[in-house]
């Protein structure tokens, strides 16, 4: 199936700093780019999605990049919050409605 | 609130024997799936489906099976319960058309001992 490379597999910040995680795929027909927070206990939940026909989306604190050429997408977050600590996965959308995610981020974000 | 409810948080149950998995969404979502969740490996797809009696194989299916026969309720199976399927399983449910969001459970921590 569809792969998607994730990196780093752990990253940590201290409060008020910048975090980038990236991911790069090789399906050139995926034109959906979910991002997913994971805290401890629950399942994942969408935080921002972009699609194919645009390059970067905003959301406060959050922005997402995508290079369709280069085929990778990047998660930014600014001004990192402890509440921010958790796993973030990325993912795409392949094949028949299907999402496949990359292997995670654990951040964390220290006072 | 939209919900997907998995029908436990704990299970432990012994090699071999038959387990039962259950979701449920409130959300008449057209799609739902069955995740695997294994340190280092992400999340993984074991099924899914897109309508009642219709269902896919994903990455990961051997040893497992599906069954939804209601839209709301989409059940995971493994047939013989071996300790290499002992993870984290999350169900998912979204609207049919490829660029939705997902819904999650809260995820079933299965061991097989």
């Known amino acids: 199936g569809e792969n998607v490379e994730q990196h780093p597999s752990t990253l940590s910040v201290q409060e008020g700093d910048s975090a980038v995680i990236k991911c790069t795929y090789s399906?050139?027909?995926?034109?959906?780019f979910p991002w997913y927070k994971q805290e401890l206990g629950k399942g994942p939940q969408l935080i921002i999605d972009i699609r194919s026909n645009v390059g970067e989306k905003k959301d406060q604190r959050i922005a997402v990049t995508l290079n369709k050429t280069a085929k990778h997408f990047s998660l930014h977050i600014t001004e990192t919050q402890p509440e921010d600590s958790a796993v973030y996965f990325c993912?795409?959308?392949?094949?028949?409605?299907?999402?496949?995610f990359g292997t995670g981020t654990r951040l964390l974000v220290s006072p | 609130d939209v919900k997907v409810t998995q029908s436990s948080r704990y299970l432990v149950k012994r090699t071999g024997e038959k387990v039962f998995l259950e979701c449920v969404q409130d959300m008449d979502h057209e799609n739902m799936f069955w995740y695997r969740q294994d340190p280092g490996l992400g999340l993984r797809l074991i099924y899914f489906?897109?309508?009642?009696?219709?269902?896919e194989k994903g990455d990961i299916p051997e040893g497992y099976s599906v069954s939804r026969e209601k839209k709301e309720r989409f059940s995971l199976i493994l047939e013989s319960a071996s300790t290499n399927q002992t993870s984290m399983y999350l169900c998912?449910?979204?609207?049919?058309?490829?660029?939705?969001?997902?819904?999650f459970g809260q995820g079933t921590r299965l061991t097989v001992v």
């Open positions: 998912a449910s979204s609207l049919s058309g490829g660029r939705t969001e997902a819904f």
């Open positions: 489906s897109y309508d009642v009696k219709m269902k």
């Open positions: 399906d050139s027909a995926s034109n959906y």
């Open positions: 993912s795409l959308n392949t094949g028949f409605q299907k999402l496949v």
